[in-house]
């Protein structure tokens, strides 16, 4: 069994509020830092970047980045940079997009669940394109790329993380398209879907049925991550070690606290107090 790793989930992401959550998340030892992407917000990696400047052991991510509406080329090279700028603790998650977060404001944004699914696997195949640093084409519905047609002196430097980023994805159970994707990338983040097709909240028994189907499907040898989100706010040592056990025994290999919908001292009070295994008192 894997020891849980905890990351803190930022509802606040303008770049000096990221840049001081992160520098104080280090210091009351989390193992990841991470802020919300959405369509039209704060620049998610322009904040990151800011992190990685008052920091140097701590994880930095994204949760999560709507692939299907960037530019591959573009995310690939934000992350790279990035993952050169902070030393190689750079991590992408990707999923879907919530179309109903801010979305009516662009009507050119394509919204259709089945165009955005191949949208988001096209990206996830060239961003693992792009990180290699070699030159390669790509015919996609959506995307072409002709990487051999430009001189490599032209290419920007390759992440330091190799092959590429982890790319952590959104995967809904027990919906094999969405869980086949999962296999090429780093790790999942578990959603559930019930018989009558609407999200219901996951279990530890469903993680555990996901991490078999990864562990008797996924052919890549990189490491694996399976992410799971939830609050211990509030809660004595005790309580917050029975509420992780589940998780852990079923095989999540991160905790990642969120303190959504709360004013940001609030978000504050719950940071400086340190991951679950650090807190004190019951």
């Known amino acids: 069994m894997t020891p849980l790793k905890f990351g803190f989930v930022s509802p606040y992401n303008e770049a000096r509020t990221v840049a001081d959550f992160a520098g104080e998340a280090e210091q009351a030892g989390w193992d990841g830092f991470f802020i919300g992407e959405n369509l039209w917000h704060n620049d998610a990696w322009v904040s990151l970047a800011a992190a990685a400047m008052c920091t140097s052991r701590i994880r930095l991510g994204t949760m999560v980045s709507p692939l299907p509406s960037m530019q ?21 998650s990707a999923g879907m997009g919530a179309v109903w977060m801010g979305y009516q404001g ?67 159970w027990p919906r094999m398209k969405s869980m086949r994707r999962c296999l090429r990338c780093d790790g999942l983040i578990p959603n559930k879907m019930n018989a009558e097709g609407k999200l219901v909240d996951v279990r530890p028994e469903d993680v555990r049925a996901m991490k078999a ?37 079923a095989g999540a290999t991160w905790w990642i606290e969120t303190r959504y919908g709360v004013p940001k001292e609030e978000v504050a009070a719950r940071l400086r107090q340190g991951p679950p295994r650090a807190t004190t008192g019951d």
């Open 72 to 92: 591959p080329r573009k995310i690939a090279s934000e992350t790279a940079t990035l993952d050169n700028l902070s030393g190689g603790r750079v991590i992408l």
């Open 106 to 172: 662009f009507p050119d944004e394509v919204t259709d669940t089945k165009v955005r699914a191949e949208l988001l696997d096209e990206a996830i195949n060239l961003i693992t394109l792009f990180h290699k640093g070699e030159p390669f084409d790509y015919d996609g519905k959506h995307h072409h790329v002709r990487q051999t047609a430009v001189d490599k002196m032209h290419y920007p430097a390759p992440p330091v993380q190799r092959p590429r980023v982890p790319i952590w994805v959104v995967c809904v």
């Open 213 to 249: 189907f990864v562990d008797a499907e996924r052919t890549l040898t990189t490491p694996f991550d399976i992410v799971v989100e939830g609050s211990t706010a509030g809660l004595s040592r005790a309580e917050a070690a029975g509420k992780l056990a589940p998780w852990e025994e």
